[in-house]
């Protein structure tokens, strides 16, 4: 119940609560305090030619500030990454059809209703091979890397929905998510437990090669285990069914399984037919945590564009825009009347909140335009909106996503360079001298050329390095110039200092850098030290006493923590933690 609880739970965007509550960290005056953030409400307004806010203890703390906000939106980026293919992908979102509250499973069955039917549509267009290439090509990348319109359990999820009417009262759809989500959680623990001993079995073989399928199936299946889960195990009915007759199998054509990519689907029972995949897929897509990003991404396009007629189809060429939404960074689309801090969220009348998903089909008229912000020191905040601590304040006129995303320091490939190039017709250097071999045309080329007609000499390598995936590096170390360079800084007049500071916040830096620098060197593991002993962190954790000495380490064959005394009595180790 726990683990068919949490599923239900993570499904319907349980966890943008906490999202909620690590961007609001910006606006709680004890967390800011922490790293010495000046807190004033009755202080007067700190203005740009104020003379405090050329100080250097108010310059760094605007610079805490700035990092603080980098830090928390990054933490909230993550988190909203690692979890939106649960609220996102089928048959993930089945499970919300158990959510104690009615109004978030209905409204969770009809998103899905929504995304199947676009799915469905795309599916037969692509079936019936009479789109442009360019769109059919786009179309096909786009379902490639949703893939889970190709899953068995996915189909057959659809079929119990569309009979249950999409409604959370309906007895089977309730059955069939209990069914597949009430199984327990493949933690790291079950899964040690599970393979432990497949080490000792290994090893202890004569035979130079490792275990076949079925050698694995039996010693999981057979051996004992810890945990109390109820062992998988053949059945003579599992045995009856793999061996069934050709009578058995003209029977099972009427229910759903494999024949949802059957050649000869006429046989077919007409309501098992609407489940068919009728179009010509890879079967299979790279597993990882940035596959079932692209999932849920090409899902929510698909939601979005997917019922929508030529034109909205069109656009799925252009999908690719969307990557000039940087992280972190306010986008305002007029239209909506909204602002969105990019990949998170927008408040809705949704009984289920979760994140919005902002997409952009345009490199230029685009709807969405980036509002630049600064984050603003508790002192520069009006009196009126203190109660907020710290506050985004905007700096600049709205602007395009293409100049304002170079500017802030984007990451493009290859395609999208040559794509951004055929749209605007920059300038590029001439056959043989290009920055390649043999002076051919390389990425370089492509970003130089962008960013010369983006900004003209306004341009800096910093922009190009960005495109090119290149960050600057603050390893290495500091200027030998650094400390005369604070000396003869506060050696200057106080009315001079103001020309100077910009110099002296960098040599500051720098000096403070070289510090950390010198703590982490104290740190440092020496090379070949022991991996499974206990760590010095947690040896004032161990029992003490008179004639014997405890420690604890990790045995690397049984993936288990051991807690050993010197007279060579053993016990497990509290809580099982890893070394």
Same mark, same amino acid.
């Given at each position: 119940?726990?683990?068919?609880?949490?599923?239900?739970?993570?499904?319907?965007?349980?966890?943008?609560?906490?999202?909620?509550?690590?961007?609001?960290?910006?606006?709680?005056?004890?967390?800011?305090?922490?790293?010495?953030?000046?807190?004033?409400?009755?202080?007067?307004?700190?203005?740009?030619?104020?003379?405090?806010?050329? @100080?250097?203890?108010?310059?760094?703390?605007?610079?805490?500030?700035?990092?603080?906000?980098?830090?928390?939106?990054? $933490?909230?980026?993550?988190?909203?990454?690692?979890?939106?293919?649960?609220?996102?992908?089928?048959?993930?979102?089945?499970?919300?059809?158990?959510?104690?509250?009615?109004?978030?499973?209905?409204?969770?069955?009809?998103?899905?209703?929504?995304?199947?039917?676009?799915?469905?549509?795309?599916?037969?267009?692509?079936?019936?091979?009479?789109?442009?290439?360019?769109?059919?090509?786009?179309?096909?990348?786009?379902?490639?890397?949703?893939?889970?319109?190709?899953?068995?359990?996915?189909?057959?999820?659809?079929?119990?929905?569309?009979?249950?009417?999409?409604?959370?009262?309906?007895?089977? $759809?309730?059955?069939?998510?209990?069914?597949?989500?009430?199984?327990?959680?493949?933690?790291?623990?079950?899964?040690?437990?599970?393979?432990?001993?497949?080490?000792?079995?290994?090893?202890?073989?004569?035979?130079?090669?490792?275990?076949?399928?079925?050698?694995?199936?039996?010693?999981?299946?057979?051996?004992?285990?810890?945990?109390?889960?109820?062992?998988?195990?053949?059945?003579?009915?599992?045995?009856?069914?793999?061996?069934?007759?050709?009578?058995?199998?003209?029977?099972?054509?009427?229910?759903?399984?494999?024949?949802?990519?059957?050649?000869?689907?006429?046989?077919?029972?007409?309501? @098992?037919?609407?489940?068919?995949?009728?179009?010509?897929?890879?079967?299979?897509?790279?597993?990882?945590?940035?596959?079932?990003?692209?999932?849920?991404?090409?899902?929510?396009?698909?939601?979005?564009?997917?019922?929508?007629?030529?034109?909205?189809?069109?656009?799925?060429?252009?999908?690719?825009?969307?990557?000039?939404?940087?992280?972190?960074?306010?986008?305002?689309?007029?239209?909506?009347?909204?602002?969105?801090?990019?990949?998170?969220?927008?408040?809705?009348?949704?009984?289920?909140?979760?994140?919005?998903?902002?997409?952009?089909?345009?490199?230029?008229?685009?709807?969405?335009?980036?509002?630049?912000?600064?984050?603003?020191?508790?002192?520069?905040?009006?009196?009126?909106?203190?109660?907020?601590?710290?506050?985004?304040?905007?700096?600049?006129?709205?602007?395009?996503?293409?100049?304002?995303?170079?500017?802030?320091?984007?990451?493009?490939?290859?395609?999208?360079?040559?794509?951004?190039?055929?749209?605007?017709?920059?300038?590029?250097?001439?056959?043989?001298?290009?920055?390649?071999?043999?002076?051919?045309?390389?990425?370089?080329?492509?970003?130089?050329?962008?960013?010369?007609?983006?900004?003209?000499?306004?341009?800096?390598?910093?922009?190009?390095?960005?495109?090119?995936?290149?960050?600057?590096?603050?390893?290495?170390?500091?200027?030998?110039?650094?400390?005369?360079?604070?000396?003869?800084?506060?050696?200057?007049?106080?009315?001079?200092?103001?020309?100077?500071?910009?110099?002296?916040?960098?040599?500051?830096?720098?000096?403070?850098?070289?510090?950390?620098?010198?703590?982490?060197?104290?740190?440092?593991?020496?090379?070949?030290?022991?991996?499974?002993?206990?760590?010095?962190?947690?040896?004032?954790?161990?029992?003490?006493?008179?004639?014997?000495?405890?420690?604890?380490?990790?045995?690397?064959?049984?993936?288990?923590?051991?807690?050993?005394?010197?007279?060579?009595?053993?016990?497990?180790?509290?809580?099982?933690?890893?070394?």
């Amino acid at each position: 119940e726990s683990a068919l609880e949490f599923q239900t739970r993570r499904a319907t965007g349980s966890w943008y609560k906490t999202v909620m509550k690590t961007l609001n960290l910006i606006h709680d005056p004890r967390a800011l305090r922490r790293f010495g953030t000046t807190i004033s409400p009755s202080a007067p307004v700190v203005t740009d030619d104020d003379p405090r806010a050329a @100080t250097q203890w108010f310059c760094s703390e605007r610079r805490k500030l700035d990092d603080f906000w980098s830090l928390l939106t990054e $933490i909230a980026s993550a988190r909203v990454w690692s979890q939106i293919q649960f609220a996102t992908c089928v048959p993930n979102t089945l499970v919300a059809a158990l959510h104690a509250n009615s109004a978030v499973a209905n409204e969770s069955l009809q998103e899905q209703r929504r995304t199947w039917a676009a799915v469905l549509h795309t599916e037969k267009l692509l079936a019936n091979q009479k789109l442009e290439p360019g769109i059919h090509e786009s179309l096909l990348n786009l379902m490639n890397d949703m893939a889970w319109n190709r899953l068995q359990v996915a189909r057959e999820t659809f079929l119990v929905c569309q009979r249950g009417g999409w409604t959370c009262q309906s007895a089977e $759809i309730r059955e069939q998510a209990t069914l597949i989500f009430s199984g327990p959680a493949n933690t790291k623990y079950d899964l040690e437990d599970l393979f432990a001993h497949l080490a000792k079995v290994g090893r202890s073989s004569n035979l130079p090669t490792a275990m076949n399928k079925w050698t694995r199936y039996f010693y999981c299946s057979s051996l004992d285990r810890g945990t109390q889960w109820p062992r998988l195990r053949t059945t003579l009915q599992d045995h009856e069914e793999m061996n069934a007759t050709p009578e058995l199998e003209r029977q099972m054509t009427t229910r759903p399984g494999k024949v949802f990519r059957s050649v000869d689907a006429t046989k077919l029972d007409p309501e @098992t037919r609407k489940g068919i995949v009728q179009m010509k897929l890879e079967t299979s897509r790279k597993a990882g945590t940035l596959a079932n990003q692209r999932s849920a991404a090409a899902t929510a396009w698909l939601s979005a564009y997917g019922m929508g007629g030529a034109q909205q189809l069109d656009s799925v060429q252009m999908a690719w825009t969307g990557v000039f939404f940087t992280k972190g960074a306010i986008f305002v689309n007029d239209q909506a009347s909204i602002a969105c801090l990019s990949m998170f969220f927008t408040l809705g009348d949704s009984p289920a909140q979760l994140p919005t998903w902002m997409i952009n089909d345009r490199i230029e008229g685009s709807p969405w335009k980036r509002c630049p912000v600064e984050v603003m020191h508790p002192l520069q905040v009006p009196i009126d909106l203190r109660r907020h601590a710290v506050v985004l304040g905007q700096c600049g006129d709205l602007s395009e996503l293409v100049p304002a995303a170079v500017r802030g320091g984007v990451y493009l490939t290859v395609d999208q360079l040559v794509a951004l190039h055929g749209h605007y017709g920059f300038d590029l250097p001439d056959v043989g001298c290009g920055h390649g071999v043999n002076g051919n045309l390389i990425k370089k080329d492509y970003a130089e050329g962008l960013v010369r007609h983006l900004f003209s000499a306004e341009g800096t390598p910093q922009m190009v390095d960005a495109i090119m995936g290149r960050k600057e590096s603050s390893l290495g170390t500091a200027s030998r110039h650094t400390n005369d360079l604070l000396k003869a800084f506060k050696s200057l007049d106080p009315e001079d200092q103001p020309d100077f500071e910009k110099l002296a916040d960098v040599a500051l830096d720098e000096k403070r850098r070289a510090e950390l620098r010198l703590q982490r060197a104290d740190v440092s593991v020496p090379h070949g030290a022991p991996r499974h002993e206990t760590p010095k962190v947690l040896t004032t954790l161990l029992p003490e006493g008179d004639g014997f000495v405890c420690q604890v380490n990790r045995h690397p064959t049984l993936r288990r923590n051991r807690a050993i005394a010197l007279h060579g009595l053993e016990w497990p180790a509290v809580a099982g933690g890893g070394a």
